[in-house]
Nanobody, 125 residues
Framework: VQLQASGGGLVQAGGSLRLSCAASGRTFSMYSMGWFGQAPGKEREFVAAITSRGAGTSYADSVKGRFTISRDNAKNTAYLQMNSLKPEDTAVYYC???????????????????WGQGTLVTVSS
C-alpha cells in the first residue's frame, strides 16, 4: 500500500485548504483512514479519522466544527477539508491507513500501519 498526501500550502488565518490522500491497491475500502498532524518540535497527533465505508468519523477537539474528513472509495482517496484555519494548525499533515480491516476508528498512531509522506500546512496570522 502506498499513500500520497497532497494539498498543503500557505494560507492566511481564516482560510481553507483541502488535503487529499490517494491510495494504491484494491483494498482501500476495507480500512479506516486517519489524518495526523505534527507541529514543529511536537509529536504527531490525531486530527481526524473515518471508517472504511465513511459512516463514522471522529475528530480531535481542537478541530471539531472546522475540519471535515471524507473519503471516496471509488477513487481510493481520503480528504481533509480544513476551514477557519488558525496559526496553531500549522503542521505537517500525514494520512494513514488503519491496521485492521473493517475495524473501528482509532486515535492511536499504533493502530495505523501505512503512512503517507506528509504535506505541510502553514497558516499565517
Amino acid at each position: 500500500v502506498q499513500l500520497q498526501a497532497s494539498g498543503g500550502g500557505l494560507v492566511q488565518a481564516g482560510g481553507s485548504l483541502r488535503l487529499s490522500c490517494a491510495a494504491s491497491g484494491r483494498t482501500f475500502s476495507m480500512y479506516s483512514m486517519g489524518w495526523f498532524g505534527q507541529a514543529p518540535g511536537k509529536e504527531r497527533e490525531f486530527v481526524a479519522a473515518i471508517t472504511s465505508r465513511g459512516a463514522g468519523t471522529s475528530y480531535a477537539d481542537s478541530v471539531k466544527g472546522r475540519f471535515t474528513i471524507s473519503r471516496d472509495n471509488a477513487k481510493n482517496t481520503a480528504y481533509l477539508q480544513m476551514n477557519s484555519l488558525k496559526p496553531e494548525d500549522t503542521a505537517v499533515y500525514y494520512c494513514a491507513k488503519g491496521r485492521t480491516a473493517w475495524g473501528p476508528i482509532r486515535m492511536s498512531r499504533d493502530e495505523y500501519d501505512y503512512w503517507g509522506q506528509g504535506t505541510l500546512v502553514t497558516v499565517s496570522s
